[in-house]
């Protein structure tokens, strides 16, 4: 299930809610397009493919839970990063957890880096979402869930959202890796993190040209 297709079916992006650990949660205000009760339109929600539950909460908002949510990844497209203009301020230095410019800059040259050692390392294979499961996995994908209603948002923040994309991927480099490591073989789940990193710096570069800032792939 993507977002763009809920999207259409409600006539807006859904808003994804808590912290996905346990289930990815979208929550959308009921009877968007015409005076469709909610029942109704949770009906057709459950018909989509992808819909593990739908609720109906008092005021006529849905809970969405999707089975799968890596699969928000194949709609994510790569994007042009035009030159920059005059960027939030960030400083180069210093290069510590404190600076968020280093925070989103340092995300950016990792993924980068993911993408040109996996060749080398041989990860490969047909991209399977369902393998994006563990914690880490979904704590950045719950972060990429909200980039559909910030790009129709007056006040998106962009600046704001590059640094918690940027610190969920940190963790999730550093804990679920997407690169074998020592003997390790490269499998299925190496090469669906591979595509994870390359949404994360698609989206980065993004979120970064938005606000005028240069899209790293070194420091």
Not at 25 to 42: F, K
Not at 93 to 118: E, I, L, S
Not at 134 to 152: C, I, P, S
Request: glycine share 12%; hydrophobic share 45%; with cysteine.
């Amino acid at each position: 299930m993507t977002v763009g297709l809920l999207g259409e079916v409600l006539g807006a992006p859904p808003v994804p809610r808590g912290t996905w650990e346990k289930e990815a949660l979208y929550v959308s205000a009921a009877g968007l397009r015409g005076r469709e009760a909610p029942e109704a339109l949770a009906a057709r929600v459950r018909d989509l493919p992808g819909i593990a539950e739908v609720r109906v909460r008092p005021g006529g908002w849905l809970e969405i839970v999707v089975a799968v949510p890596g699969e928000l990844l194949t709609e994510i497209e790569a994007v042009s990063h035009p030159c920059p203009g005059e960027g939030p301020g960030w400083p180069d230095f210093p290069r510590t957890w404190r600076n968020p410019g280093f925070v989103v800059r340092y995300a950016c040259v990792r993924a980068a880096a993911v993408q040109r050692w996996a060749g080398e390392l041989g990860v490969g294979g047909p991209f399977r979402p369902e393998l994006l499961d563990g914690r880490w996995d979904r704590a950045v994908l719950r972060v990429l869930a909200e980039l559909y209603g910030r790009r129709g948002s007056r006040d998106p923040g962009w600046a704001a959202y590059a640094e918690q994309l940027a610190l969920a991927y940190h963790d999730a480099f550093e804990h679920a890796p997407a690169l074998p490591m020592g003997d390790e073989e490269p499998s299925a789940s190496h090469a669906a993190r591979v595509r994870l990193a390359w949404a994360v710096r698609e989206v980065l570069g993004e979120a970064l040209s938005a606000i005028g800032e240069t899209v790293p792939d070194r420091l």
